[in-house]
């Protein structure tokens, strides 16, 4: 777990977003209408709590950007990256729900490939490895019967292994424990927000990560720190 000096001060996290449409020649519209690649997070937003353009990653999917849009996500046992590059000031978020594929598949569901797709993409946009550093986020034991198989430790062990064995340094992190959180990530500056949620949302939140477990979709009330 994370230590005193990853924990600033809180802040008031915003209530659920309000939408607005998308104007034409807007920065909204464009990432509307810009064609995406496989796995890449299409749901884009208005925030009106943050009055920016926000963009939600469902489970299974990434996403790179080189402005302070809101990247945003909600996680039970899955996880999410935060990889930032300091000096190109870029940044990316992915969101996945196991280690690995053991059938050899190729899906950003599972960890192994989630990572490989985010690093790729970012130095595809000119990031470099060895200015990358990590956020990472998730991994909490709330889905009543799986307890027994520990899903949130082993997708926490594997990404701090798997960022290990790159030399990508964790600056910060939020994991294990037995919350739900909602993670919002700003990829030009690398801050990252967290919040813990209340107990009510974990029957949602559940439900939906069994649901991408097979095949996917989205959930969202405690304390926020800022990272």
Known sequence: ?????????AVPFPPPSALRPATPGSRLERLKTAPRKTGEASF??????????ACKVLPGEFFVYDEDILVMTTLGSCIAACLWDRDRRIGGMNH????????????????SFAMDLLIGELVKRGARRESM???VFGG???ISGMNTINVGQQNTEFVLDYL?????????????????RKV?????????????LASANVEALAA?????ATRTSPASGGSVDLF
């Open 1 to 9: 777990m994370q230590t005193p000096s990853m924990r600033p001060a």
């Open 44 to 53: 884009f937003f208005y925030d009106a709590h943050f009055r920016n353009d």
């Open 96 to 111: 996945f729900l196991l280690p690995n594929d053991r059938s050899g598949g190729a899906s950003g569901r599972y960890g």
């Open 133 to 135: 550093e990590a956020k």
């Open 140 to 142: 909490g034991a709330v």
């Open 164 to 180: 290990k064995t790159e030399r990508i340094p964790v600056v910060s992190k939020d994991v294990l424990d037995i919350y739900p």
């Open 184 to 196: 919002c990530f700003l990829p030009a500056s690398g801050k990252a927000m967290v919040k813990r």
């Open 208 to 212: 939906q990560e069994r649901a991408a």
